[in-house]
């Protein structure tokens, strides 16, 4: 196992992008299984029973008609459910507590799901109900510092900053509550082998997954068997070893027979988390120049019962600008609703809707260009602890991007640009996400027949993850990259991350490439050893791959086909298995990825709907490893963000708790109709000092300021400020 030398760049290779998606023909022929998708003989079907109260405890069960109905085999409640020991913060009936209405009381197993779901309904389920604790208005007053990450951010003498501006902002911004809905739900798939558990699940860790049911089932980790090739998407959602997971494996253990459990849409509301609201106070105080004298960012959101669990919405305001002093703070107001957790870009998405909409104010009290506001205020340095960044050229995103959109258009004042009933604005925010990485391990094995073998135990979440895997190999080794056989998604394969935080591709293509050098240097050998090769006596280093062949750096005529030499050498496959570690200078430097983002609206005079025409975005991301899966992940983030600004909102029942709608007839996303031209574009200015490929995290840089941006797009051709996400016409109206 070796460690990438962190100083030395990626060598300049050939770049041979595979010309469509690794895992395209599989997805649209129906061959690549997701996780309710694989055939498993004898199984049975699952259903979770959730509780209709949001706060109280469960009295008792009658399950008697319940267990007579046609094709059940057990029903498991709080008052026989296995003794486990509890992985997090999940409910997997080990009490009769009630923490959110929706919350998992029971599991029917059957012998076909609408026999599950039949003999459900059969149960007679009383409770002992308390006063819940519901409205995050009503409560803000009761908001408090969180158990965990309660610390905050502070710098400089904020009273006298704020004494000495010219110019003060002080408003408040909220965000709602959102669901994660990924086209695929929840689904667990679990057999049991003696104490051997396989689970096929759709998740975004599988190792997390392995891990999880280890403990919960004290056995260990290496009885557990977790395979998940395809995900139907995730978000954050997925990130999480959620109650069903548990629940499947306790199921079949308990019916002795594997157990399919596969979430209803309407189950995608509650069990499995959300992005919890925020209500945002900021106060911006600036000298007529423009330069930033304070920041203060005070964002309150939901957290459950069951578990702290902070939307950190005010975290990138201290990073993003220099100013004279800041106030970063997090609060949580106790609720009886589901967990909150990771949705794509939290706590970036929500808290640059506050802070780049207070700029866009600012800017137009100061009768400043927004643009040259960020650049009068640009961080040179992290203002944190004052560390360099590992790179940034976030001037030359907010140029290009202006440039393309045609921000020498705009006119300041609100109102002024009209097409027939159409009021027309422009807009703009700073796009921005951390960068982070983790330890990764791969396998790369040269095979007989002249393919090259990929093996990571991460999993590829719609992302492109085989694709630019096959390609990182097929770059180290010089070769086309339809030769390259690419596996992910099982435990038995080394170990690598989570795809969660836009680390996947830090992580594992660094990791590929390192097993990939590793590999060939071992080949190169077997040649050096090999009395009958032509290379036989030359060094290792001197030898190079390409096109299926080993050659001789000095003298390229001198070489032999991969295949003939391992044909002499008992067709035995030569392999290695490497770890990308982490720099060991890491605490020296900041990374982050960065972007400016605009917006054209249209908004009908009459009616206030909204028209979004245009976003344009360009991102300093580090190296584009795949142009296609890169520039289609910046895409998707910029069309949630449209779905931020306009169309999301979870809305719960004040008396009950429950999601009104949950589902995706009332939960409203984009359709075709609502997303018009997107053009984003990437730097490609590698990071080398970040990791040997100069490639950060994609995956959610794409929402953060577009929501902002349409926000502020929406004052210039109306002349009313919204601060309250989503942005609906009755909002407009009464602004």
Not at 550 to 557: M, T
Request: charged content about 20%; some cysteine; proline content about 5%.
């Amino acid at each position: 196992m070796i460690a990438i030398d962190e100083k030395v760049p990626h060598p300049k290779l050939d770049h041979r992008q595979l010309a469509t998606r690794y895992d395209a023909l599989a997805k649209v022929t129906g061959r690549a299984k997701y996780a309710a998708e694989f055939p498993v003989e004898n199984a049975a079907y699952a259903y979770i029973v959730q509780a209709n109260i949001p706060s109280g405890a469960v009295a008792s069960i009658d399950q008697s008609v319940a267990a007579k109905a046609a094709g059940v085999y057990s029903i498991i409640t709080p008052f026989n459910a296995p003794k486990l020991t509890v992985p997090g913060n999940v409910n997997i009936l080990q009490d009769t507590n009630v923490f959110f209405s929706g919350q998992p009381i029971a599991v029917v197993v059957a012998r076909s799901l609408p026999e599950a779901e039949q003999a459900a309904r059969l149960l007679r389920i009383e409770y002992k109900e308390q006063p819940a604790k519901l409205g995050f208005n009503a409560r803000l007053k009761d908001a408090r510092a969180p158990k965990r990450g309660s610390e905050g951010s502070h710098r400089g003498d904020p009273a006298a900053a704020l004494a000495k501006a010219t110019a003060v902002i002080d408003q408040t911004y909220s965000t709602p509550i959102q669901n994660h809905n990924p086209m695929e739900p929840h689904a667990t798939i679990a057999s049991w082998d003696g104490d051997n558990l396989n689970v096929y699940d759709a998740t975004q860790g599988i190792s997390g997954v392995q891990g999880s049911l280890a403990r919960a089932f004290s056995i260990p980790q290496g009885n557990v068997h977790v395979q998940c090739p395809y995900v139907g998407g995730g978000f954050g959602t997925k990130g999480n070893v959620w109650s069903h997971t548990i629940l499947a494996a306790m199921a079949a253990k308990v019916a002795q027979r594997p157990v399919k459990l596969v979430l209803g849409r309407e189950q995608m509301f509650g069990p499995v988390g959300s992005r919890p609201n925020t209500s945002q106070h900021i106060k911006l105080a600036a000298s007529s120049d423009g330069k930033l004298l304070l920041q203060q960012h005070d964002s309150t959101c939901y957290t459950s019962l069951i578990s702290d669990w902070i939307e950190s919405a005010a975290a990138a305001t201290p990073l993003l600008y220099d100013s004279e002093a800041l106030i970063a703070t997090h609060n949580v107001v106790d609720l009886n609703l589901g967990m909150g957790t990771w949705m794509r870009a939290p706590g970036e998405a929500t808290g640059s809707v506050g802070l780049e909409i207070a700029l866009d104010e600012l800017a137009e009290k100061l009768n400043i260009d927004p643009i040259q506001l960020r650049l009068i205020n640009y961080a040179e340095k992290d203002p944190r602890q004052g560390l360099p960044w590992s790179s940034k050229h976030l001037r030359e995103c907010y140029t290009q991007a202006a440039e393309r959109f045609g921000w020498s258009k705009r006119t300041a004042k609100p109102g002024q640009q009209r097409e027939g009933n159409k009021l027309i604005g422009y807009g703009m925010a700073t796009a921005n996400y951390g960068a982070g990485r983790r330890p990764s391990s791969a396998v790369v094995r040269f095979l007989p027949n002249g393919r090259v073998f990929v093996g990571v135990g991460t999993q590829d979440i719609g992302t492109g993850t085989y694709t630019i895997l096959a390609q990182t190999a097929a770059d180290t080794l010089f070769m086309d990259p339809t030769l390259v056989d690419v596996q992910l998604g099982d435990t038995t394969l080394p170990r690598s991350g989570g795809s969660g935080g836009s680390t996947t591709a830090a992580s594992v293509c660094p990791g590929v490439y390192d097993a990939a050098i590793q590999a060939k240097l071992k080949l190169a050998q077997l040649a050096v050893a090999d009395a009958q090769s032509p290379l036989h006596g030359a060094t290792a280093e001197d030898l190079e791959t390409k096109d299926g062949k080993l050659y001789l750096k000095s003298d390229p005529a001198k070489s032999e086909p991969i295949t003939a030499l391992l044909a002499r050498n008992g067709s035995t496959p030569v392999e290695a298995t490497a770890t990308s570690e982490m720099p060991k200078d890491r605490d020296s430097f900041s990374s982050h990825s960065w972007g400016a983002i605009f917006a054209e609206v249209a908004v009908d005079a009459d009616t206030n709907m909204v028209e979004v025409r245009r976003m344009v975005g360009t991102y300093d991301i580090g190296t584009l490893i795949n142009r296609t899966t890169g520039l289609n992940q910046l895409t998707g983030g910029v069309v949630w963000g449209i779905s931020m600004a306009l169309h999301e909102e979870t809305l719960i029942d004040a008396t009950y708790g429950r999601t009104i709608n949950e589902n995706l007839a009332e939960y409203h996303v984009p359709v075709n109709a609502d997303v018009h031209e997107i053009d984003v574009t990437a730097l490609n200015i590698p990071d080398y000092r970040f990791n040997p490929l100069g490639a950060r995290g994609i995956g959610e840089i794409g929402i953060t300021g577009a929501a902002a941006a349409i926000a502020n797009a929406i004052y210039n051709a109306t002349g009313k400020r919204v601060r309250d996400l989503p942005i609906t016409l009755d909002k407009i109206m009464n602004a």
